[in-house]
């Protein structure tokens, strides 16, 4: 049902706006500008080599994982009540375009790099928020086509219908991307036969 133009004015500015396609496709854009920014600045005003900023990188998309992982199960399900209202309405319209306002993600990260690696100078430290940003933009896309599409390959068919497991029963499969923290927190769904036969 569609919200009168009263409801629509009492709606918070951050609501609207994450509820907005522009947004959800600005999110797509920011996250990969925030990425080429922190590695530009890795390379030319910290001259950290080419080797050395992938190693960081995959530092910066490993804690991503842990990120996607906490976020889900402890922000959007058990946190504050905006977020855990804002999630909820993911998972009654799975489709829809809902997003985090897209300058939610720099006005955390910013500081970190300010601090790390513009006054600290560390070499590496935007490396590694390069590669968080770009697990970030992964994550989001793949929740775009878990959601949209059907997808092409066995393992990304598994993905979706652990997605979908994780719709039907939200307090299992967090991760979105991968399984590797729902296996080491226990919260991965595990059909009956399996875990009869793992006894």
Known sequence: MAQSQTDLEKTPWFVRLSESKI???GNYVMN????????????TRLNVTALSMVGFFAVGY??????????????????FSMTVE????????????????????????MPLFALFAYY?????????????????TLYAFMHH???????????????QSQHRIHHALPESNFGV????????FGT?????????KAD
């Open 177 to 184: 991307t991968m399984r590797f923290w729902d296996r080491v």
């Open 23 to 25: 947004n959800y496709w």
């Open 62 to 79: 490993f804690l991503w994982t842990f990120t996607e992982y906490s976020f889900h199960r402890w922000m959007y399900h058990m946190g």
């Open 86 to 109: 804002g999630h909820q309405k993911h998972h009654d319209n799975p489709t829809a375009y809902l997003s985090m306002p897209f300058p939610a993600m720099p006005a955390v990260t």
């Open 145 to 159: 086509c878990l959601h949209h599409y059907k997808m092409p390959f066995a393992w990304l068919r598994h993905l």
């Open 32 to 43: 990969l500008s925030m990425m080429v920014i922190f590695l530009a600045y890795d390379a």
């Open 188 to 196: 991965e769904f595990v059909k009956e036969s399996r875990a009869a």
């Open 120 to 136: 600290l100078r560390i070499a590496g430290a935007s490396s590694i928020l390069a590669g968080w940003f770009f697990g970030l």
